[in-house]
């Protein structure tokens, strides 16, 4: 049995990929087994841009276990193996360039638990630096606002192209909360939180709650097709008129600047700005209905 083990593994691996079999490792909170599929992983398949993701997702893991220098360690062991990757050919390289984002976060998590908050934001702001008009500056720029962009003033939106009303600037609804949500046409998630938002706006808005939905480009349409911005644009529209039909009268920028400045390399991401123009809460990712709900009632106070 000891000698079928990383063979069960591997098995286990090639079916659904180490990546998810290390997240759900953690989620067990079974350190030990996601040690055991990396090293069976690695001993097969050497350094992958898989396997630096997954050593990422094992610092996270540490961190949840409040084990941070093994935490730090892994960070660390995934960064080095994806450096020399992002030096030659550009074959394969944008793999390796998420690998890097997901390393990068974990750093700065790292940081943040061990109460080196300033610390990690300039560690972000580095790599931003260094990562400036790549794939991963979106997800490092998200990381900087979960550690930083609470308490600061909400950044103005870029709005030179829109669907729906025109979209008013943050300063111009200056007295007003707001709710920013940023959605993409080919995230399901998004379409599934519209009837949650607009239920909230009928509820809130009232009130004085402003709806702004920015969205962006992403260089293609159904199945993938890769498609201009004169593609992809009626596109965009196509998708809002038919899945976000509650929310037709929901200002929404498109401008991918926005979606660089707010970090928001996940969809959706859910910011709220009070009257004063400053950021409550920015939430990656989607959010219940009571848990948006609350947040809103802290606003609107």
Known sequence: MRLALPLLLLAATAFAGIVEDVRAAIARND??????????????????PELATAMAWQARGAITAKKL??????????????????????????????????????????MAARDETAEA?????????????????????????????EGK??????????????????????????????WAHWCPDCKADVPIIAGLMKKYGPSGLTLIGPTR????????????????????????????????????????ANFNRYGASTTPTLVLVDRKGIVRWYHPGAASGPELAAQIEQVLR
């Open 217 to 256: 480009y992403y260089g293609y349409v159904a199945n993938g097709a890769d498609a201009t911005p004169e593609v992809e644009k009626p596109y965009i529209e196509q998708i809002r008129r038919r899945f976000y039909t509650p929310l037709l009268d929901m200002s929404a920028p498109l401008s991918n």
């Open 121 to 149: 934001v300039t560690f972000l702001r580095d790599e931003l630096k260094r990562y400036s008009g790549t794939s991963i500056h979106e997800r490092i720029q998200k990381n900087i606002n979960l550690l930083s962009l």
């Open 69 to 110: 220098d093994r935490a730090a360690a892994y960070a660390d062991q995934a960064r080095q193996m994806i450096l020399p990757n992002l030096r030659g050919p550009r074959v394969d390289r944008e793999q390796w360039l998420t690998a890097m984002g997901a390393a990068i976060e974990a750093q700065a998590k790292v």
């Open 153 to 182: 003033p909400a950044p103005e939106l870029e709005a030179a192209e829109w669907f729906g009303p025109k979209p008013p600037t943050i300063a111009s609804l200056r007295g007003k909360p707001i709710l920013l949500f940023f």
């Open 31 to 48: 350190l030990a087994a996601a040690d055991l599929q990396v090293q069976a992983y690695q001993r097969l398949r050497g350094s992958t």
